[in-house]
T-cell receptor, first 113, second 113 residues
Framework: SQQGEEDPQALSIQEGENATMNCSYK?????LQWYRQNSGRGLVHLIL?????REKHSGRLRVTLDTSKKSSSLLITASRAADTASYFC?????????????FGTGTQLKVEL | DSGVTQTPKHLITATGQRVTLRCSPR?????VYWYQQSLDQGLQFLIQ???????AKGNILERFSAQQFPDLHSELNLSSLELGDSALYFC????????????FGQGTRLTVV
């Protein structure tokens, strides 16, 4: 089963609005990462937040992490049509000597003009 | 360009056949991950290698195998292919250490007919 589950599955907003996506996970983690995927293409790393951090910013992105609730959120402010993509959270966690980077189910974001 | 190269980009083959997917990680990256992305299963972690050794295993079928060579490139072998193996297969690499992002290739789209 997936380590992370994202909510909502799909989100449609107008350009200029903010978009918020949530991610819940199941086990202890080293860090949580957010990735973006344009249709059928490779994933692109957006931001990484360590397990001892609570909030992180990068440009128009703001990520929060609540390890007690095993949840994270990604906020994209002042969205643009070019932000249209699928967004995935990924949890980095140790298992038997290696680390797994396990992805959630993704949120499909559509930003309309 | 992520620096991760996957070949081939597209592959069409018949059921029962065997194929090999190749991945060249970013220069200097020791970790290689393989993922399968299909519409119904999402992005599934298959396996991770670190400097030639298998480190973590996910939902990889027994018909599938992988290895990482001394020059750090990796190959994913899929045998006795079934229609349900049709998917995008991604390779990602990351550098040594904790809390590092993964860089994804553009994927190999496998179609089993």
């Amino acid at each position: 089963s997936q380590q992370g589950e994202e909510d909502p599955q799909a989100l449609s907003i107008q350009e200029g609005e903010n978009a918020t996506m949530n991610c819940s996970y199941k086990t202890s983690i080293n860090n949580l990462q957010w990735y973006r995927q344009n249709s059928g293409r490779g994933l692109v790393h957006l931001i990484l937040i360590r397990s001892n951090e609570r909030e992180k910013h990068s440009g128009r992105l703001r990520v929060t992490l609540d390890t007690s609730k095993k949840s994270s959120s990604l906020l994209i402010t002042a969205s643009r049509a070019a932000d249209t993509a699928s967004y995935f959270c990924a949890t980095d966690w140790f298992t038997g000597g290696g680390n797994k980077l396990t992805f959630g189910t993704g949120t499909q974001l559509k930003v309309e003009l | 360009d992520s620096g991760v190269t996957q070949t081939p980009k597209h592959l069409i083959t018949a059921t029962g056949q065997r194929v090999t997917l190749r991945c060249s990680p970013r220069s200097g990256d020791l970790s290689v991950y393989w993922y399968q992305q299909s519409l119904d299963q999402g992005l599934q972690f298959l396996i991770q290698y670190y400097n030639g050794e298998e480190r973590a295993k996910g939902n990889i079928l027994e018909r599938f195998s992988a290895q990482q060579f001394p020059d750090l490139h990796s190959e994913l072998n899929l045998s006795s292919l079934e229609l349900g193996d049709s998917a995008l297969y991604f390779c990602a690499s990351s550098s040594r250490g904790l809390n590092t992002e993964a860089f994804f290739g553009q994927g190999t789209r496998l179609t089993v007919v």
